[in-house]
């Protein structure tokens, strides 16, 4: 069937001329990002042929505390669950990134300054001649043959005996050691040993410390990206078995659950752990300050060890130290009971006993709600000096106070770094993104639920907003990257805004301004669900959330993740008209009737800055029969008329200056003290995407009009978004206002 459409189109469609060239804003960003197929769907799910390689490992390792180095052996179970046979595998060693000759990797900063300290000069230079990296001993398959290795940097390629055919697996046995490094000694050290000269003990805080697999995948093949510090890993889900020897007054934190409690724990440590078990309201202390005190003066020299099982994780690290305070507490989440703990130097007190464990149980129950339920067994907050740094069930977390004395701000962000980090069990740990790759797709969704934890759990915490990015996105434009740019292509002073806090504020808009929370929490559980256990890429995520929501969303993705481009519109016009009827006559077939619009307004064509000179006259005419053309019924004229009359019509016109499109909110203060808001959707801008109008009817008179008034866009520049024209404010106004 087809259908004759007429359509009449009087002069109220007038093309309206845009300044500059169309730049397709609202265009399917489909050629940039990956092409759908039987692996990742068009939907943002994994496909049905989705596959994915498996790695378990059995480890065996030895904390040599005299000479700090750690010796490990393993045995690595690969399954080839792709479709494809595989004659060499790659593994990487990721302590090789502070190696000697590899000095180019994880170079983060560069430059001479006129003075700098010696551990800055040390960062720079590596004045300090430190044998980091591994040694490594042997690398054998399961019936001991030797396997031919060649070591790139971070990354050691491991040519197999026999082909691993698709669907098979095969064994890989490695011994190897490293020097553990001072953690001050590098720039960006995520993991090492610290030294408390005072008692002369060490906390040892082991990450990326055996050799593993790396990720082979259906978009990558073999990941080949090199550690270069700022992007951070990709690996495989497996399980551990693993056995870790220290001196015997050493207790450990790690990953997955202890499987030798009665040989590693005192009885009373045991008791105290079956009370902490059943306590949900606050922790119980494991170990003492007192008793890791008494600990710090023990320095044994005899060996004891641990072993840890771990289902279904990605990474596995620990924390070795006889300075550990222990508190535990039980965390209810629907489908599971968590044991919430935490481990800290004397030197983290009394802060830490405070809010530590508390703050895992915050997160814990926020994350739990907006994605699935946290699944393993514990979840571990290590104190350390600085920085947090997450792997499944435990994170080292960094922040203590001087002298027993901590601000209120450090305090807020050592909370904020405890709930981020317990925040990565879920990105990356559980759904596994490639972190080196793409570090917005871990830190940006983290952050947006750590910042939502902040706000449901310590309300009175600064937390990050639209506003939080206003500098950012206002900088510079040579030195902004768009947030889709590979994790070590991105400056050390920009990541933070580029790959955290940015992506955060764009989910903050999609939830509150674009898509709604309802839908919007849907859709983000929904991708959690889909990839949980699973390797997302960004187009993944991208489709996800438009497909569960039924929005087109690539305008917001092209714009907000594909460009440097910021929000700035500017509220250019209003003019305000104003229909009298002083006489109507509907039954005038000769359309001579009129409605005459009184006004005292000069309608001239200036451009009011205020309202002052009132409203604008215009003529209201009775539409002549032949604008309807074929159509045999008509608008009801009187019903028009009384719409419109004695009411208030504004028009208004608002100029991207920007170059970021995004809905329109757009506040009115009415006379009489009152005011409403309208919100218009980003769709608005879809054929002139540098100037909208727009017309509004109100029943009141309106005194002023202000665009995005609850801040919900990071416009950044909000001195051009009201009407009457407000006061610029002076440079000094504004230096003084920042102070
Ligand atoms: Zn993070």
Redesign the pocket.
């Known amino acids: 069937m087809r259908f004759f459409l007429f359509f009449v189109f009087t002069s109220l469609f007038t093309v309206q001329a845009q300044t500059k060239p169309w730049q397709g804003k609202f265009e399917p960003i489909d050629n940039m990002i990956a092409v759908p197929n039987t692996y990742r769907t068009a939907s943002g799910a994994p496909g049905s042929a989705y596959w994915q390689q498996r790695a378990n490992y059995k480890i065996k390792a030895v904390i040599d505390e005299s000479n700090n180095t750690l010796t490990g052996e393993e045995t690595i179970t690969y399954f080839n669950n792709s479709p494809d046979d595989l004659s060499y595998v790659w593994i990487q060693l990721e302590q090789n990134v502070n190696k000697k000759e590899n000095e180019d990797f994880g170079n983060l900063r560069n430059s001479m300054r006129d003075s700098m300290t010696t551990r800055n000069l040390q960062f720079l230079t590596r004045a300090i001649d430190f044998p980091a990296g591994y040694s490594i001993k042997s690398v054998t398959d399961s019936s001991n043959n030797k396997l031919k290795t060649m070591v790139n940097n971070t990354m050691m390629k491991v040519k197999l005996n026999t082909i691993l055919k698709s669907g098979e697996s095969t064994k890989i046995l490695i011994s190897w050691s490293y020097p553990i490094t001072d953690r001050s000694m590098y720039l960006l050290s995520r993991e090492g040993y610290e030294y408390f000269p005072e008692d002369d003990n060490t906390v040892y805080l082991i990450a990326h410390w055996f050799p593993r697999m790396a990720v082979y995948s259906d978009t990558e093949g073999w990941q080949n990206q090199q550690f270069q510090k700022l992007g951070e890993f990709a690996l495989e889900f497996g399980d551990y078995e693993v056995e870790i020897t220290v001196p015997q007054d050493h207790i450990i934190a790690s990953t997955g659950e202890l499987q030798n409690s009665d040989a590693v724990l005192s009885k009373t440590q045991r008791k105290r752990l079956e009370v902490a078990k059943k306590s949900f309201d606050k922790p119980v202390m494991i170990i003492t300050k007192e008793e890791a005190i008494a600990n710090e003066k023990q320095k044994s020299t005899k060996q004891k060890t641990w072993k840890f099982n771990a289902t279904n994780v990605r990474d596995f690290a620990f924390a070795s130290s006889r300075k550990f305070i222990w508190d535990a507490q039980a965390v209810k989440l629907p489908t599971n009971t968590v044991m919430a703990m935490s481990f800290y130097p004397k030197e983290g007190l009394p802060v830490w006993q405070e809010v530590s464990t508390e703050a895992i149980k915050n997160g814990l129950e926020i994350y739990s709600e907006a994605t699935f339920d946290y699944p393993y067994p514990v979840c571990i907050s290590v104190n350390t000096s600085n920085i947090?740094m997450?792997f499944p069930m435990i994170s080292f977390n960094g922040g203590r106070p001087i002298n027993g004395e901590i601000t209120e701000k450090a305090k807020q962000s050592m909370i904020g770094t405890i709930i981020?980090?317990v925040g990565?069990n879920w990105f990356p740990m559980i759904v596994s993104s490639d972190e080196r790759k793409w570090m917005w797709m871990?830190?940006g969704l983290?952050?947006f639920l750590h910042q939502r934890t902040l706000k449901e759990r310590y309300p009175s915490f600064a937390s990050v907003t639209p506003q939080t990015i206003v500098p950012f996105m206002s900088g510079d434009k040579n030195i902004l990257r768009p947030i889709m740019t590979n994790s070590d292509n991105e400056l050390m002073t920009q990541f933070g805004s580029n790959f955290?806090r940015k992506p955060t504020v764009g989910l903050q808009m999609l939830r509150h301004s674009i898509i709604g929370e309802e839908l919007f929490d849907e859709a983000f559980k929904e991708y959690a669900n889909r990839w949980k256990y699973k390797h997302p890429n960004p187009a993944d995520l991208f489709r996800t959330l438009e497909d569960a929501t039924a929005t087109d969303l690539d305008w917001f993705y092209r714009g907000w993740f594909f460009t440097t481009d910021h929000v700035d519109m500017e509220l250019s016009h209003v003019k305000w008209f104003k229909v009298y009827e002083d006489e109507l006559n509907i039954e005038d077939k000769k359309g001579t009737s009129k409605s005459k619009i009184a006004s005292q307004a000069d309608s001239s064509k200036t451009i009011n800055k205020d309202f002052s000179n009132g409203p604008e006259v215009i003529t209201m005419t009775t539409t002549p029969d032949k604008a309807y053309g074929q159509f045999l019924s008509r608008i009801d004229e009187a019903q028009v008329r009384k719409q419109v009359s004695g009411k208030n019509i504004y028009e208004i016109t608002i100029t991207n200056i920007g170059g970021l499109v995004m809905p329109v909110t757009i506040k009115w203060e009415f006379k009489d003290g009152t005011s409403e808001i309208d919100r218009l959707p980003a769709d608005l801008w879809r054929r002139n995407e540098y100037e909208i109008q727009e017309t509004f009817i109100k029943e009141k008179e309106v005194i002023s009009v202000t665009l995005d008034p609850n801040f919900e866009f990071a416009d950044t520049n909000t001195e051009n978004n009201s009407f009457p024209k407000t006061e610029t404010i002076s440079e000094f106004e504004k230096f003084k206002h920042n102070k």
């Open positions: 947090g997450e981020h980090e990565h871990d830190e983290n952050t955290y």
